[in-house]
C-alpha cells in the first residue's frame, strides 16, 4: 500500500511538468507586409475621399436609398444556399476545435459485471462447485502532451475555426454585392426595354406619317420601306432585352434561396439606384484589415505554421498513463469490503527508432505546405489591392462617360427635332431622319447602361473593399438548412 501512495505521490509532482512540457516547432507570427500609403487610382481620378467608415462600409448598400433593394439583401442573407453552407462549415470547424480541447484530457470509464462459474464435479450431473464473482471498476487512461504535439493540433485547429468564419464572412460580402449587381441589371433591361418601346411608338408614328406622304406623291416608296426597316430592326432588339431581363430575374431568385420565377416584385419598371460620388475609401492598410478573404488566407497561414509543430512533436517519444481502480468479490455485501479492493497502475512509453525517414517526410511536407499558405496569402493581399485600383479606376471613368452621354443625348434628341422638321420642309432626304432616330436610340440605351454601370462599378468598389459586415457586430450564424425529412 505504502508503494502506491509513493506512486500517486510521485506522479502528483510530475504532473505539473508534463502539463507544461515544452513545445516544438516554429511559433506563428503575422507576416509584415508593405503596402502603398495611398491608392493611385484616387490621385488620378481625382476622388474624393472620406475617412473609412466601418459602420457604414457594413451595410453600403443603404447608400442607394433603395427599399426594395435593402429588402432582398436581408432576404438573401437569410435564405442563401451558400451562406447556409459557409454557415456549416463554420460549425463542423468549431466542432473539430472542440474535439482538439478534448483531446487535452484524460479519459475516464466504469464498469460493472458479474459471472457463474461452475466447475467440473467427480459424481453424475449436477455435481461441481459454483462460484460468483461480482465486480465493478474505474478506469482511466491519459497521454501527457510531453513536447506540445496536441497543443499544436489545438492551435491549428483553431486557427481552422477562425479561418471558416472568415470564410462565411467572405461568402457574405461576395453575396450581397451580387444580390445589388443584379438588381442593377434589372432595371437597367427594364429601362432599356421602356426606352425601345417609345422608340417603337415613335417609328410607327413615322412609318404611317411616311406613307401618308408616299401616297400623296411627295416621295418615293423607297423612303417607306427605309422607315419599315428602321421600325423592325428596333422592334427586333426587344426578344434579347426581354431574355436578359428574365435571366438576370432568375439569377436574383437563386441568390435569394427562391425558385425561379417567383420574384414578382420586380415586374414593374424602376429607376437605377444612385448615391453620392463621395466613397469612403481609407487607406490600403484598412482594407487589407476588413477584407474577410485576407483574414482567412492569414488564419490559414497560422494553422499551417501550426501542423508543422504538430508533425514535428511525432518525432519525439510519447509518455501513456493508465490506471484502474475496481472492487471484486463472490457477493454483492462483499463488495465494500477492504479485501475487495484492485487496482493497476501503468507508465508506458514509445520511441520511433528508424521509419526510413517517414516522420521526417511528414515535417518537410508541412513545411512546403506552410510555404504555400504563406505564398497565397501575399498573393490574396496583391489581389486585394488590384481589386480596389481596378474598382476605383472603373468607378471615376464611368461617371466622366456618364457625363458624356448625357449631353450627347440632349444633342441626338435636337437632331431627331431638326431633321423632322427639316425632312417635312423637303430640305433633307429620309436617309438623315433615320441616321439621327438611330442615333439617339443608341445613346439612350448606351446612357441607360453608363448609368447601371456607375451603380455597379460603385458595389464592386464596396465588394472590393470589404464592405458588408462589422468588426462590432457578432459574426451571423445563417440558419440551418433542413435535414432530410424535415418540414420546412
Not at 464611368?398 to 423637303?426: F, I, P
Request: proline share 4%.
Amino acid at each position: 500500500m505504502s508503494m502506491t501512495l509513493n506512486f500517486i505521490r510521485t506522479i502528483a509532482i510530475l504532473l505539473p511538468a508534463l502539463l507544461a512540457g515544452c513545445v516544438v516547432g516554429p511559433d506563428y507570427r503575422t507576416p509584415d507586409l508593405s503596402v502603398p500609403p495611398a491608392w493611385h487610382a484616387e490621385t488620378n481620378a481625382g476622388l474624393k475621399r472620406a475617412p473609412l467608415d466601418t459602420a457604414q462600409l457594413a451595410q453600403w448598400w443603404q447608400l442607394l436609398d433603395d427599399p426594395l433593394l435593402s429588402r432582398l439583401v436581408q432576404e438573401a442573407a437569410a435564405n442563401n444556399l451558400d451562406l447556409k453552407l459557409a454557415g456549416a462549415r463554420l460549425r463542423e470547424s468549431r466542432a473539430r476545435r472542440g474535439l482538439s480541447v478534448s483531446d487535452q484530457y484524460p479519459t475516464l470509464g466504469a464498469g460493472a459485471g458479474a459471472q457463474r462459474n461452475r466447475s467440473s464435479g467427480e459424481m453424475g450431473a449436477g455435481g461441481g462447485r459454483v462460484s460468483n464473482v461480482f465486480s465493478a471498476q474505474f478506469d482511466a487512461s491519459w497521454e501527457p502532451d510531453l513536447f506540445g504535439g496536441k497543443r499544436r493540433a489545438l492551435e491549428a485547429a483553431s486557427a481552422t475555426a477562425e479561418a471558416a468564419e472568415e470564410n462565411l464572412r467572405d461568402v457574405q460580402v461576395s453575396l450581397l454585392a451580387e444580390v445589388v449587381l443584379n438588381y442593377i441589371d434589372i432595371r437597367s433591361s427594364q429601362g432599356q426595354i421602356d426606352i425601345t418601346r417609345a422608340t417603337i411608338t415613335s417609328l410607327t408614328d413615322t412609318l404611317q406619317i411616311t406613307g401618308w406622304r408616299v401616297q400623296a406623291g411627295l416621295v418615293s416608296q423607297l423612303d417607306l420601306e427605309q422607315a419599315r426597316l428602321n421600325l423592325e430592326q428596333t422592334r427586333a432588339q426587344l426578344p434579347a432585352l426581354a431574355s436578359s431581363l428574365e435571366q438576370s430575374r432568375n439569377n436574383l431568385a437563386l441568390l435569394l434561396g427562391r425558385d425561379p420565377g417567383t420574384l414578382t416584385e420586380l415586374q414593374s419598371l424602376g429607376p437605377i439606384p444612385t448615391a453620392s460620388a463621395q466613397v469612403a475609401i481609407g487607406v490600403p492598410a484598412e482594407t487589407l484589415r476588413q477584407r474577410p478573404d485576407i483574414r482567412q488566407a492569414e488564419r490559414q497561414l497560422a494553422a499551417a505554421t501550426a501542423q508543422v509543430g504538430q508533425a514535428e512533436a511525432d518525432r519525439y517519444p510519447s509518455l501513456s498513463l493508465s490506471g484502474t481502480l475496481g472492487l471484486q468479490a463472490s457477493s454483492l455485501g462483499n463488495l465494500l469490503q477492504p479485501g475487495a479492493y484492485l487496482y493497476t497502475l501503468a507508465a508506458n512509453t514509445a520511441v520511433t527508432i528508424f521509419d526510413g525517414g517517414r516522420l521526417k517526410q511528414k515535417v518537410e511536407i508541412q513545411n512546403a505546405l506552410q510555404e504555400q499558405a504563406l505564398i497565397s496569402y501575399q498573393s490574396v493581399v496583391k489581389s486585394a489591392l488590384r481589386d480596389v485600383e481596378n474598382a476605383l479606376a472603373a468607378y471615376a471613368g464611368e461617371q466622366n462617360r456618364r457625363r458624356s452621354l448625357q449631353d450627347a443625348v440632349q444633342a441626338a434628341k435636337r437632331a431627331v427635332d431638326l431633321a423632322t422638321s427639316q425632312y417635312a420642309a423637303g430640305l433633307i432626304d429620309f436617309q438623315s431622319v433615320l441616321d439621327s432616330q438611330r442615333s439617339l436610340l443608341s445613346l439612350q440605351n448606351q446612357l441607360i447602361q453608363s448609368e447601371a454601370s456607375v451603380t455597379s462599378d460603385l458595389a464592386r468598389l464596396y465588394k472590393a473593399l470589404g464592405g458588408g459586415w462589422s468588426h462590432d457586430a457578432p459574426i451571423i450564424n445563417p440558419p440551418k438548412g433542413n435535414s432530410p425529412g424535415e418540414q420546412s
